[in-house]
């Protein structure tokens, strides 16, 4: 199964709708059966009859004939941590052992059980597809429902573990990569923006006040009192300011700061193409550089959708099934990162 998935595109490597700054688009609804406590309630049956639920329904359903099942109390942490690099489970899950997970080998979707919430049906897309996303997902959602029931009031809409997923118990979010408004320190104005549409922003490393490589992730907050489609359209309206003010900063910068954008970009070209040990977060704030520089044509040779498959491939587990074996210490590890990148970019030469 792992070999299969390292073979093939993650969700990132892709490239979709105003790529140039939306990296992902995710959708996520969270859903849980009335005839079970809530997952902090849990008790080791409940979570082994929710399992075999799941399990039923996917195994019955035609939709789901080509879907993964994998329990999680059976893989490594390593292969936990693959998972969860790669997107189909979340750092949550990646920590326990009680959780499940259905995937699409194809990177369609992703069926999380006993996440927070007893199942949440994921979708990523590559760019900026909300729409797209949400049907799929929402399609996803319809056939579980016919043969898994779900808590649900005529008030409170579907019923969550967190108050704040009742209702629609619909998060849609854009990782978006931002590193001219980084640079110029105008994060503000994106700041301001997400307050305005009731959105929230967080980096993309767990500490939700850190990122690196400039990317963020902008999502909804309210799940109650509004229809999916109206969370759908204002987050969409949201990200599509953000993505006009990345791109009014990246020409005004380089129409006036040209010689020192193409040295920054040059700079970590030349740092990735020669290094001899390179740490996971400063692999990506040069990966970001130069993906900006694949962006503004000044680097012609490289596709943008290997910049977005080498920040995942970077990372500790992935390099580890590359390399067939365990790293003793994370110098090795950021030996053989350097090494990988020097081979990918010495390809493109």
């Known amino acids: ?80 941590r693959f998972l969860r690099e790669r997107d189909i489970i979340t750092h949550e899950m990646e920590l326990s052992n009680n959780s499940s997970v259905v995937f699409d080998p194809g990177h369609q979707y992703s069926i999380l059980i006993n996440e927070e919430d007893h199942i949440r049906i994921q979708v990523i897309k590559p760019g900026l597809q909300m729409l797209s996303a949400f049907k799929l997902a929402d399609e996803i959602d319809d056939e579980l429902n016919k043969y898994i029931s779900y808590a649900f009031t005529d008030d409170f809409g579907f019923l969550t573990t967190c108050p704040s997923n009742v209702g629609t118990g619909l998060r849609v979010s854009a990782m978006m990569h931002l590193p001219m408004l980084t640079a ?22 767990h500490d939700a006040t850190k990122t690196v490589g400039s990317m963020y992730i902008i999502s909804n907050k309210a799940t109650l009192g509004k229809s999916e489609i109206d969370i759908i359209e204002e987050i969409d309206k949201v ?6 003010l990345e791109n009014e900063a ?18 970590s070209y030349g740092i990735v ?10 692999a990506i704030e040069h990966l970001s550089l130069i993906r900006l520089g694949v962006v503004l044509s000044i680097i012609k040779n490289i596709e943008l959708s290997v910049i977005n498959d080498l920040m995942i491939h970077i990372q500790v587990s992935h390099l580890q099934k590359i390399a067939g074996r365990q790293f003793a210490s994370s110098e090795e590890g950021d030996a053989f990162r350097a090494a990988y990148l020097r081979k990918k970019f010495e390809d493109k030469e």
């Open 1 to 80: 199964m792992f070999e299969q998935l390292l073979s093939q595109s993650p969700f990132w490597s892709q490239v979709g709708p105003s790529a140039d700054v939306v990296m992902t688009t995710r959708v996520r609804l969270a859903r849980n059966l009335p005839s079970l406590p809530f997952g902090n309630k849990m008790d080791e049956a409940d979570i082994s009859t929710l399992e075999s639920i799941v399990h039923q329904a996917v195994v019955t359903s035609k939709y789901f004939e080509h879907a993964q099942f994998v329990s999680l109390k059976d893989c490594t942490s390593d292969d936990r």
């Open 273 to 282: 193409t020669f290094s001899r040990s390179m740490s996971y977060a400063e």
């Open 250 to 267: 990246r020409d005004e910068y380089y129409q006036h700061h040209k010689d020192v954008l193409e040295d920054m970009v040059w700079r």
């Open 184 to 205: 110029a320190k105008n994060m503000g104005e994106v700041i301001k923006l997400v307050r305005e549409y009731q959105a929230q922003l967080k980096g993309i490393v």
């Open 239 to 244: 990200i599509s300011l953000i993505i006009d």
